[in-house]
């Protein structure tokens, strides 16, 4: 097992860019915006095919501009139903940031929710339903609680979350990584409770980003290349100790915003 962890000298990069891209995101609305979109753009699309090797990201590019042949499902089913599925991440995602604007904690129900509006169209049978069989995750040692124990096992960490989560004000280098320490958190409790049928890795990731919503932050898209260290770092996390994955999140949000940081400094040149 191998995991990620950022230098001293890279993890001061990553607060002091979070900083200097929120205060240019004040002075630049628009841009916000912009950059915001793009990186829901990109998120959508790097969820959806982190773990899908016969839909290449070529393809759900073709798909998120609506290009190509009209009906997707007339080339095949599969392709028809990740159509469906890449528009529901995005579709979840806007619903995330309508959420985190009214301040809604984190629940079961919206657990639930963002389940069903990603699969409602792909597997509307099994869309916002909880599992009801057992289930083992490939390749990997951790087992899942049984599927009756879903609920409970969520319940436990939730309010523990949103105490935690609610009443975080984002001020100095200790408050920004209290953000990304309880998104590892939800991240990790959904990937570990593993509580739908399929679908857990990108309900993780989309809920992960709830945390950082909430608190007005660019969303963390974790590339589908860092798929193998990413799986590693969650095998590697308990919940007694979630710092591999809040370490390969680090990571990941400083090269998420590295990526962004180039488009503000081009804004920056009109003034
Ligand atoms: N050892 C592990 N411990 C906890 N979570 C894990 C572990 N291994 C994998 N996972 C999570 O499970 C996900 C895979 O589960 P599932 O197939 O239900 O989800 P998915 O959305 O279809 O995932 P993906 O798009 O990543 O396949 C991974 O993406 C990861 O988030
Ligand atoms: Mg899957």
Redesign the pocket.
Known sequence: MSYVVLTNREREELVDLFFRLRHLGEKYPLAQEEAQTALRCLKAIH??A???KAVDRIFLQVLMHGAGVPDKSKISRYYGAASFELRGQEAVLRWLEEEAKKKQPFSISMILEMHRLIFKDSIPDMAGKFRETDVR?SG???VPPQSYQVPEALQQHISGINDELLNIEVKDEESFLDVIRISAQMH?LI??V?P?E????????AAGNYAMLLHDFYYDVIMTDYRDVY?DS??S?TWADTSPIFHFLEYSYLETLRRISGFFNLIGRDG
């Open positions: 969820s959806n982190i773990e899908d995750i990997m040692v951790h990790y990937a570990n593993h739908f399929d679908g857990n890795g990108r309900v993780a990731r799986l969650l095998e996390s």
